[in-house]
C-alpha cells in the first residue's frame, strides 16, 4: 500500500505536532493498521456518505494518541482519507481534534476528489 499526504493535511499535521508530539509515530501504527483494513472497519474506521464523488471517502474515528495517556482510543482526533482501490493508495486528506473543530472538511474533500 502506498500511502501519501494532501499539502493541507500536512500542515494540519505540523500544527498539531506542537499540541500532541508523538503524533507522527501514531500514524504510523495507523498505517500498518490500513494495509490490514485499508477500506475501514467499524468501529474503528468508518466510510463518509453522502458526498455524491466516486472517490472512497473514510473517517478514522478511534485514533489512539499516545501522548494523551489514558484516553487511548477516544483521543478525539480524527483523520479523513481517501482510498484507491485499483492504485492500491490511500491519501490523507485532514487530520484535526474534536477540541478544535466539530466535523471535516467537506470543501477540502470536494476541492480535491470529484
Known amino acids: 500500500m502506498e500511502f501519501s499526504y494532501l499539502s493541507e493535511f500536512e500542515k494540519d499535521l505540523k500544527r498539531l ?3 500532541y ?3 507522527e ?9 490500513l ?3 485499508p477500506d475501514g472497519k467499524i468501529p474503528i474506521v468508518f466510510p463518509v456518505g453522502d458526498l455524491g464523488i466516486e472517490t472512497k471517502i473514510f ?8 501522548y494523551l495517556k489514558g484516553k ?3 483521543s478525539g482526533i480524527r483523520i479523513i482519507y481517501a482510498y484507491f482501490i485499483e492504485e492500491k493508495r490511500i491519501e490523507f486528506i485532514e487530520i484535526y481534534s474534536k477540541s478544535d473543530k466539530e466535523n471535516h472538511d467537506k470543501d477540502r474533500i470536494f476541492s ?3
Open 25 to 33: 509515530e501514531d500514524i504510523k501504527i495507523l498505517k500498518q493498521y
Open 17 to 19: 505536532l506542537k499540541k
Open 72 to 74: 487511548g482510543s477516544q
Open 21 to 23: 508530539p508523538t503524533l
Open 35 to 37: 494495509q490490514l483494513y
Open 59 to 66: 473517517k478514522v474515528k478511534k485514533f489512539r494518541c499516545r
Open 112 to 114: 480535491n476528489y470529484k
